[in-house]
């Protein structure tokens, strides 16, 4: 698709339902949908607020030489249509005393977050399980939590999920069998990454002690699509039985582990906040917000703010650039994050200027895209070449 000059080669998920015209604005971003980090565009229709249907409507490689080249796959292509779904979390919801979950406003939401974990324990109680597809500044305002509540180093555990993509042996452009963007920062930034022989996240300890009934409250981030943290049967299955007393789930998506939570608290996709992410090689990434969250859905660096508030614990934080700052100064003299705090994120641009602005070398692909000018007329002998020193050609008699 991205190397035909014509437009002759599309795709089913995009043919007939969008013309480039309609996509008006572009965001230059990454895929955060593996560890291998592609350099991306966003494309967004030009939709009001009110009208159905998706702004996020097509992801196209981005050429970078050290990480993707010119190349993506077709999970990071195609699977983005989540991100809009109707399964998105808009507003936060809580267990009432009937067992069925209501939407409340974030003020409820987390006046009794507060009540219910004093009721488990306190603070201290509580046990973090996070998925890999946090950000920098996500497992960091965690760090500051469980820091601040006292959790052990043994009540935090992170997990992403491995798949098995099979490509040929030979090939230059590799996918990684880990669904997550962020398994390098959360080892660098301190956190408990186990891997088993495969690759996959290794939470056995972890998972003993919540099936076992030895925690009281358990707070579970997972700000990815459906399944990338990994298997959450147990979870689920410890809440049903009684042995888990309190369920908070922050996320994205109503998934079957939403469902049995206490509280659920909807937060933002990697498309919808400025986040940081530590690749496979270990390069840091910035991922630029695209689109806003859905309804009262937010930044899930607010939410911890928030949640820390809630619990006594100050987090004087206003936007995500704050809390990278920190983060920077905390990994100060580790290798590969000394341009953190000065990580460049871009805001939705003109599709016409991306064009122009674009690396010289691909604009054959693009122009294509943008051809609004008024249909060449060949009727007549066309007007000779103002280029200068260019050669005009005269009609040969015969």
């Not at 920077?328 to 122009?356: D, T």
Request: include cysteine; charge should be neutral.
């Amino acid at each position: 698709m991205d190397v035909c000059p014509v437009g002759a080669i599309t795709t089913r998920d995009y043919r007939f339902k969008s013309r480039p015209w309609d996509n008006p604005e572009a965001v230059d971003t990454i895929c955060t949908f593996c560890e291998k980090g592609c350099n991306t565009t966003e494309w967004l229709r030009a939709k009001p607020e009110w009208a159905k249907g998706a702004r996020l409507i097509r992801v196209t490689p981005r050429y970078n030489p050290d990480v993707n080249g010119y190349w993506m796959c077709d999970i990071g292509r195609f699977d983005y249509h989540w991100i809009e779904s109707d399964d998105r979390l808009q507003r936060p919801l809580l267990r009432t005393g009937a067992g069925a979950q209501e939407p409340v406003d974030w003020r409820e939401a987390l006046t009794k977050l507060a009540d219910y974990v004093t009721a488990a324990g306190g603070p201290g109680a509580l046990r973090f399980f996070v998925s890999a597809h946090a950000s920098l500044e996500e497992l960091f305002l965690i760090g500051r939590l469980g820091s601040a509540f006292g959790v052990p180093e043994d009540g935090v555990a992170v997990g992403w999920r491995t798949r098995e993509k099979p490509q040929p042996s030979q090939t230059k452009f590799r996918i990684s069998a880990v669904d997550a963007p962020n398994v390098n920062g959360a080892r660098d930034l301190g956190f408990p990454v186990n891997r088993d022989a495969n690759g996959a996240a290794n939470v056995t300890a972890f998972r003993q002690a919540v099936e076992q009934g030895r925690v009281k409250a358990l707070y579970v981030f997972d700000p990815g699509p459906n399944g990338s943290i990994g298997d959450v049967s147990w979870i689920v299955a410890a809440r049903h039985s009684g042995k888990l007393p309190l369920l908070i789930v922050q996320g994205v998506l109503f998934s079957h582990l939403a469902k049995a939570a206490d509280i659920v608290l909807p937060g933002a996709s990697s498309s919808e906040k400025d986040a940081s992410y530590v690749n496979e090689q270990g390069r840091v990434q910035a991922s630029s917000s695209a689109i806003v969250p859905p309804g009262d859905a937010q930044e899930d660096w607010q939410v911890f703010v928030n949640v820390g508030r809630a619990l006594g614990a100050a987090l004087e934080y206003t936007s995500s650039a704050a809390v990278r700052g920190d983060v920077a100064g905390a990994m100060k003299g580790h290798e590969g994050y000394a341009g953190l705090a000065m990580l460049a994120f871009v805001r939705p641009v003109s599709a016409r200027n991306w064009l122009q602005a674009s690396n010289p070398s691909e604009r054959w692909k693009w122009d294509v895209m943008f051809q609004d000018l008024p249909p060449v007329k060949f009727a007549g002998r066309p007007e000779p070449t103002s280029i200068p020193g260019a050669i005009v050609l005269q009609k040969v008699e015969r």
